[in-house]
């Protein structure tokens, strides 16, 4: 039986790609875990000894902090993806990317003002 070669060396550009997305991996948990506690914590029960609120709601307090951050999340996302087209040098692709986020974030995160924009447009075209 033999034992295939990994080949990780450091100057291998898949490796290095790796080491930095675990850094990034790692970081991400431990700022959720020093700036944002409460999304793992437990509910707070009622006085009184009631039933209501028992169990564990993580999945309800991670959501509610998801919706709260979802900008500055989108906008993480965006930077990472934009300086892995910085570093392939994929500069036509990243301008069409940081355009294409743009359109997007506009109509995901202020669906009023696109639609007040729709129907200005709708009004000149159609008067």
Partial sequence: MTIPNLNLSLS????????VLAAVTL?????FGIFAPD??????????GGGGGAG???GTNLGGFLRDQA????????????ILFLLNRRYSELGLFVLMAFVVGWLVFSPESVGDAAKSIGDRIFG
């Fill in 12 to 19: 291998s550009r898949s490796t290095q790609v790796f080491l």
């Fill in 56 to 58: 564990n709601e993580v």
């Fill in 71 to 82: 900008i500055p999340i989108y906008a993480g996302v965006i930077a990472i993806v934009s």
């Fill in 39 to 48: 999304v793992f914590a437990a509910p707070e029960k009622p006085k009184g």
């Fill in 27 to 31: 970081l991400a948990i431990v700022a």
